[in-house]
């Protein structure tokens, strides 16, 4: 591999560097695959072993495709897209899944036309070796392609790797539909070409349904979140932290923002420093371009606490209500804050407002609630 990233220039350690020459040496390989079984399956009239060059030669457009995708990922921001151009990976999986539900298709249609229009196979022991030899090199180079994947934390490149593994399982079953025909005179051939492109279209399907979610918007990992905590935790001014949110522009850009619970009696002269020192930190650390909203809270005093306790008891009532946080007893001007986080399958968010108002009216006649209902992004 060192001298594939001497040949194309590319830095063995950079996401761009792993990606490019990991999708380089598939197209190598799968277009040597690609050539040597579409002439073994004309020559013996397989379209078992024909299709599965066809899906060779797929593959290493799908690597082109990726490599594509990741030199324009790289291009600087710009003022109509501030945030770069990271979010072109997840348009190239969705490409590549397209690519391989196409492929899946026409392989289903041609073998299930073959079951009524079965035609003549010359099968040899020099087919079963390129099968078998193939099946071999699809598994190596697709476990390859997904650990190189995972440590670029690349969609794109994993989809690929998913993609050539399994074909080393569709070259198995093409190599069993050849050995019952040598050994038994029975051909599965059409039948083989059916469950290929099952399993083609099931690996299509799955890297288009985690493209879509990404592209929709989905969490960051949870590692990553307990990451951030720690780090805001850390800081002694900052008593707790709750709400975070993180926009994905890219496998590694992101923007954030989330809540810092402040002492009441601190000024934010007093917390500046500390808390801008933690957002470059997080910015340098994690490329994460976070900010901050800030609460009041008073957690020593005494009425706090006992307020906080009260509000326990109700909230023990919910399975639903997974926490809360931000609680604030303003003396001047005798209000409540606070803010709860539900679950997803919490529907009725107006009728928890209503109870929790409710129930607090009664505790506290003389104060004005107000409660913020949200769940957890994370």
């Known amino acids: 591999m060192n001298l594939f990233y001497k040949l194309l220039k590319q830095k063995p350690n950079t996401r761009e560097g792993i990606t490019i020459t990991t999708s380089a040496l598939g197209i190598l390989v799968n277009t040597v695959l690609a050539a040597v079984k579409i002439f073994v399956g004309v020559a013996v009239g397989s379209i078992a072993i024909i299709s599965e060059g066809a899906n060779n030669a797929s593959d290493s457009a799908t690597s082109l495709i990726t490599i594509v995708g990741a030199k324009l990922s790289t291009m600087p921001p710009t003022k109509k897209h501030p945030f770069g151009f990271g979010r072109i990976e997840y348009l190239t999986s969705l490409v590549i899944s397209i690519l391989i ?19 003549e196979l010359a099968i040899s022991y ?6 078998a030899v193939s099946a071999i090199i699809k598994f190596v180079l697709g476990t390859y392609t997904i650990r190189m994947g995972k440590k670029a934390c690349s969609e794109s490149l994993i989809a690929v790797g998913v993609d050539c593994r399994n074909d080393a399982f569709i070259s198995a079953v093409t190599l069993f539909s050849a050995l019952i025909f040598l050994f038994f005179d029975f051909s599965l051939d059409a039948y083989a070409g059916i469950l290929t492109s099952a399993l083609i279209f099931k690996t299509g399907i799955d890297i288009l349904k985690e493209t879509i979610s990404h592209i929709l918007g989905k969490p960051p990992s949870e590692e990553l979140a307990l990451k951030i905590y720690e780090e805001i935790q850390s800081v002694p001014c900052i008593l707790g932290a709750a709400d975070l949110i993180l926009h994905n522009y890219g496998p590694d850009s992101y923007a954030g923002s989330i809540n810092l619970e402040i002492d009441h009696d601190k000024t934010l002269g007093e917390v500046y420093e500390e808390v801008h020192a933690l957002q ?34 109700f909230v023990k009532r919910y399975d639903a209500i997974t926490g809360f946080h931000a609680l604030y007893l303003a003396p001047n001007t005798n ?11 919490l529907r009725d968010w107006s009728a928890l407002r209503e109870e929790f108002t409710a129930y ?9 609630l107000t409660v913020t209902i949200e769940t957890n992004y994370v």
């Not at 196409?102 to 073998?111: G, I, N, P, R």
């Not at 340098?284 to 906080?308: L, P, Q, T, W």
């Not at 209000?335 to 399958?345: A, L």
């Open 126 to 131: 020099v087919t079963l070796i390129i099968i």
């Open 360 to 368: 607090m009216k009664e505790l506290y006649p003389d104060y004005q």
């Open 101 to 119: 539900l196409v492929t899946a298709s026409e392989l289903f249609l041609s073998s299930f036309k073959l079951i009524f229009s079965p035609s």
């Open 335 to 345: 209000e409540i804050y606070c803010d709860f986080v539900v679950d997803y399958k």
């Open 280 to 313: 470059l930190r997080i910015k340098r650390e994690y490329g994460i371009v976070m900010v901050f909203g800030m609460y009041a809270v008073d957690s020593d005093h005494e009425n706090v606490k006992i307020m906080h306790g009260q509000i326990e008891k």
